[in-house]
């Protein structure tokens, strides 16, 4: 997708996307909670921070026959770090039975015990179950000074866990570089993955987000990357995720998993009464329309 | 909300062939079609996505015509239609897009005006009613011709919503490239047809189709070999990338890959 040129905010009022269907659910499972402190994470996660809680398999059950009823297609876990949660297997067991199910995980707490027991449920269930690893770099000198020290090889673990267990996993990246790197660092990473032993490596890229820490890594939004109803006449809203799916956490059912910090995009505690239109008035929102962003698979 | 041609008649109570994309692979539609008439099929359905992939488009027109086939739109087929830029697959990876691309501007550029012309006059989905069911034909979903339905990647609660708002008892699709059913609880069925295009990604050279059968609402799909060599050879004079005659040579997808659910993926080679 070619990138539309900004437009200045020459028109009044914020443009709302509406809630056409719920095709995705996303869940907050290990809240903010994570074992890293990546320099870029939109919002914030490490040890310390319980903005977003732990959510409970019952809790999560609840949600997810909600979503049932109301026909969602797919599931997505995330945090903070999945893999921090206790009863995470559990709930991928009772998702599976559901409809498919994702995993977003730093890959650092994936060992072979774990990939096992993953590869179990995927082989049970008719359902795919995906398991997305963020890295960051080729190498630990690109990777660690953004993702913390010795995290690139522990996520390579991870990595090697999971594809010796049967996975193709999914390697996400941030885009930290310009796009005029952009095909040959691809071609560079799909080669270093297969020469690290990932047989056949499947990689998504994903655009930063200003907010959050990477706010303070690179910059935050100019007032020229808001969207005005001018940005919005001729677009499709589907390819907004925003008009199609949303995201749980400990507090209640959020607009996106991107702004779980803004106090606005909490919409209710439910998912029936989350279905309304959204205000398009964050510079995240800039960014999905900008780039064609989805944090789907 | 697209609304359907709704067709009638007796002979929709018949054998009916349901088949996906050609892409451009006339050697395997015609073979699909010579099936399908062998098998005495009343009516003879296409939903979609005539062109890509595979070599000189404009063979495709006449054996649609010679064999009467009913055809619904696909997203290349309004693509060509209205002269965009590109086939409105709904990719979201690089390397699916760049393979995407070259067949589209391939056919594209061999593509007339009045095949256009014939291309924007095809309907976008049809309803007919069939042993008292009702039966919705679509090319991605009923709600979005570019929608991907995955067997894996699709739960039960969406299909039946899918199937639901459309006010289908039997839903059938095409667009993965893969075929696959599922009877639903309550007895809503949903039937990709696949694709007759290109081989399934199973390793097989020959391509699918979904067959039924006159007093059956349960599709079989029927495997159909074609000289697919000749087609290489012909892709290969029209110089093709070489990584679409190795799918067609040895059953195995090549390119387009991203698109596909772990367990799609998995089943592959690539």
């Known amino acids: 997708m070619t990138r539309p040129a900004s437009i200045s905010l020459s028109t009044v009022g914020v443009p709302r996307v509406p809630a056409l269907a719920l095709d995705t659910v996303w869940f907050q499972v290990a809240g903010t909670l994570c074992n890293l402190r990546c320099h870029h994470c939109f919002i914030s996660c490490g040890p310390t921070n319980r903005n977003h809680d732990y959510m409970s398999r019952e809790s999560i059950r609840g949600y997810l026959r909600e979503a049932e009823e109301m026909g969602a297609r797919d599931f997505y876990f995330t945090g903070g770090e999945p893999f921090l949660h206790r009863d995470l297997l559990g709930i991928l067991e009772d998702t599976l039975r559901v409809g498919p199910a994702s995993v977003l995980t730093n890959g650092t707490l994936i060992p072979h015990e774990t990939a096992a027991a993953l590869a179990s449920l995927a082989r049970g269930s008719r359902y795919a179950l995906e398991m997305r690893v963020s890295l960051d770099g080729l190498t630990p000198a690109m990777n660690d000074p953004i993702r913390g020290e010795g995290t690139f090889e522990e996520a390579m673990r991870g990595l090697r866990a999971l594809a010796a267990a049967g996975f193709l996993p999914i390697v996400t990246v941030a885009q930290t570089w310009s796009d005029a790197d952009d095909a040959r660092l691809r071609g560079e990473f799909h080669a270093f993955l297969r020469d690290a032993g990932i047989p056949r490596p499947r990689v998504k890229v994903l655009p930063l987000f200003r907010i959050g820490r990477e706010e303070g890594r690179s910059r935050g939004y100019t007032p020229t990357e808001f969207l005005t109803e001018e940005h919005m006449k001729g677009y499709d809203p589907w390819l907004l995720q925003c008009s199609n799916s949303r995201m749980v956490t400990s507090r209640g059912v959020y607009v996106c998993p991107i702004l779980i910090d803004a106090p606005d995009a909490l919409l209710a505690p439910t998912l029936r009464e989350s279905m309304k239109p959204f205000p398009l008035g964050h510079g995240a929102c800039h960014t999905c329309w900008a780039t064609g962003a989805s944090c789907r698979n | ?270």
């Open chain 2, 1 to 270: 909300m697209v609304i359907p041609v709704a067709l009638r008649g007796g002979e929709l109570e018949g054998g009916l062939a349901i088949l996906g994309g050609p892409y451009n692979n006339h050697l395997a539609l015609r073979a699909v079609l010579d099936d399908a008439r062998a098998r005495g099929a009343a009516r003879i359905f296409c939903l979609g996505d005539l062109g890509g992939f595979g070599p000189n488009p404009g063979k495709i027109y006449p054996l649609l015509r010679e064999y009467e086939v009913f055809t619904i739109a696909g997203n290349y087929d309004r693509s060509l239609a209205d002269r965009l830029s590109d086939c409105g697959c709904g990719y979201t990876h690089p390397d699916d897009n760049r393979y995407a691309q070259l067949s589209y501007d391939y056919t594209d550029r061999r593509t007339t005006d009045s095949e256009r012309a014939w291309l924007s006059a095809l309907p976008e989905q049809v309803a007919f009613e069939r042993r008292g069911r009702r039966y919705r034909l679509c090319h991605g979903s009923p709600r979005r011709v570019n929608e991907f339905l995955w067997e894996s990647a699709s739960s039960d609660a969406f299909l039946l919503r899918l199937a639901r708002e459309a006010g289908a008892d039997t839903l059938l699709c095409t667009h993965t490239g893969i075929p696959w059913q599922r009877l639903l609880p309550g007895g809503t069925r949903i039937v990709n047809v696949g694709a007759v295009g290109r081989p399934a990604n199973d390793g097989r050279t020959g391509v699918w189709y979904a067959w039924l059968p006159a007093g059956s609402d349960d599709a079989e799909f029927i495997p159909v070999r074609y000289d697919h060599e000749a087609l290489a050879l012909e892709m290969e004079a029209e110089r093709l990338p070489a990584a679409f005659l190795e799918t067609i040579r040895t059953g195995w997808w090549t390119t387009c890959l991203e698109i596909l659910p772990a367990k799609e993926r998995a089943r592959g080679r690539h």
